[in-house]
């Protein structure tokens, strides 16, 4: 079992850190101001809570959809939910990930065979969601001039069509000599959610699948 606060290549997060990805919202939480009044805020926060429950990832993506995208057999369901307070910065974040029988992503020393992820952060305001989506960039832009880092050697292209904007990250991961795993993560921004779509496919076109996912994910959102 790694290591807690110990990264995990194949899933760009620490052991343990449950996807709360808290460093990316603290950059949200400091640029944004929101002046309401006191009866305006809570007639904001009903319709937001109303909302927010059917934009949760296991509502976007079921297990049939991830069988069609990266093939079985399946059968292990990863999910964690976080909803938004002050801390987070208003970030409802939810996760919901389809991987082997028996594989436990925060535990496992290896990637999945075949797996994908959708992760959903479910914003205040459309101009949260866009600071947030830009903070990742910059992130993932950082961390792929880093020599020891995971995502080292990644190639990002910006993808046209899909929410807002989308941009797909595309590495390989080596755990041993002869055994190669792709990894695809797509980010994309519409309306005032930001999120990823994580795909692995050992010797497969993770790519090609992350982009059939999100757009399945996208068409669904309001």
Not at 16 to 30: I, L, P, Q, T
Request: charged share 25%; aromatic share 6%.
């Amino acid at each position: 079992m790694p290591k807690e606060g110990v990264t995990l290549p194949w899933t760009m997060y620490p052991a343990g850190f449950a996807h709360n990805n808290k460093a990316e919202k603290g950059f949200v939480m400091k640029s944004l101001v929101l002046l309401v009044s006191v009866f305006g805020a809570l007639a904001w926060a009903s319709a937001v809570l109303a909302d927010s429950k059917s934009l949760v990832a296991c509502a976007l993506m079921d297990e049939k959809e991830a069988l069609a995208l990266v093939g079985g057999p399946l059968g292990e369901v990863f999910k964690n939910e976080e909803m938004p307070t002050v801390e987070n910065g208003r970030d409802h974040n939810s996760v919901c990930g389809f991987f082997p029988k028996g594989y436990k992503i925060q535990e496992a020393d290896r990637p999945p065979e075949r797996g994908v992820q959708l992760q959903l952060h479910v914003m205040e305001t459309d101009a949260a969601a866009k600071a947030f989506y830009e903070s990742v960039l910059t992130s993932k832009q950082d961390m792929m001039r880093m020599s020891e880092s995971p995502l080292a050697g990644g190639r990002i292209t910006s993808l046209k069509g899909i929410g807002k904007a989308a941009l797909l990250l595309e590495n390989k991961i080596e755990p041993e000599p002869g055994s190669s795993y792709a990894v695809a993560t797509i980010s994309f921004l519409k309306g005032r959610v930001m999120g990823e779509v994580q795909v692995w496919k050992k010797a497969g076109a993770a790519g090609e699948i992350a982009k059939k996912a999100v757009r399945k994910v996208v068409a669904k959102l309001p």
